[in-house]
């Protein structure tokens, strides 16, 4: 079957530095991609639809300058956590898009990230 | 109030029971997953469905379109089964989140 693959799994890092986390798209190609955040004891929140070749669509509230998407491949997604801060801390998950069906989307295991 | 919501939020089961998750949404959706996420954090997808039934080993999905309900089940349960349950349903175009229904089989 389809995988989403997520690299680093889990990334401690000190405040003020940067984090990139890749999303991978295995055995297929994904024009699109989407990256979640998870808080504690809460559910996913969509941060932002990536899409291949083009910029990135952010939610409302989410700020785009601190995380950076570049989906510059059909299988390669990246979120980049700028001057990270510990309430960056949390659990980020991707999912991409099969390009051939519209509502087939399939979700990597997820990054934790802990920053001190 | 929630697009999507899960009941219950939390189900404590004996191994072997059957068990039902529920998840009722409020939006025109194109198809509802549900997903497993594990203590560690690592998500699953288990099904995607627009319609009827999927059956996949111990785990059975059905929805109901006309009553914008779906349940998962899960026969002979175990405690690898414990897990958090999420319902999810997309638009087509954005994804709405349940918060979760956290599983727990003991043995």
């Known amino acids: 079957g389809a995988v989403v693959s997520q690299h680093p799994s889990r990334v401690i890092c000190k405040s003020g530095t940067s984090v990139k986390i890749e999303c991978r798209s295995l055995?297929?190609?994904?024009?699109?991609m989407f990256w979640y955040r998870q808080f504690p004891k809460q559910s996913l929140m969509l941060m932002a639809t990536s899409n291949e070749g083009s910029k990135a669509t952010y939610e409302q509230g989410v700020e785009k300058d601190k995380f950076l998407i570049n989906h510059a491949s059909l299988t390669l997604s990246t979120l980049t956590v700028t001057s990270a801060h510990p309430e960056d801390s949390s659990f980020y998950i991707c999912?991409?898009?099969?390009?051939?069906?519209?509502?087939?989307?399939?979700f990597g295991p997820g990054t934790r990230l802990t920053v001190l | 109030k929630n697009e999507v919501e899960q009941s219950p939020q939390n189900l404590t089961a004996q191994e072997g029971e059957f068990i039902t998750i529920n998840c009722s949404y409020s939006?025109?959706?194109?198809?509802l997953h549900w997903l497993q996420q594990h203590p560690g954090g690592g998500i699953v997808s288990l099904f995607m469905l627009s319609s009827g039934k999927k059956k996949h080993g111990r785990l059975i999905a059905t929805i109901n379109i006309q009553e914008k309900h779906s349940s998962l089940h899960i026969t002979a349960s175990h405690p690898r089964d414990s897990a958090v349950y999420i319902c999810?349903?997309?638009?087509?175009?954005?994804?709405?989140f349940g918060t979760g229904t956290s599983l727990t089989v003991i043995p």
């Open positions: 055995d297929f190609q994904a024009t699109t």
């Open positions: 939006v025109g959706i194109s198809a």
């Open positions: 999810a349903v997309s638009t087509g175009n954005q994804f709405y």
């Open positions: 999912s991409a898009r099969d390009w051939r069906g519209a509502d087939t989307q399939y």
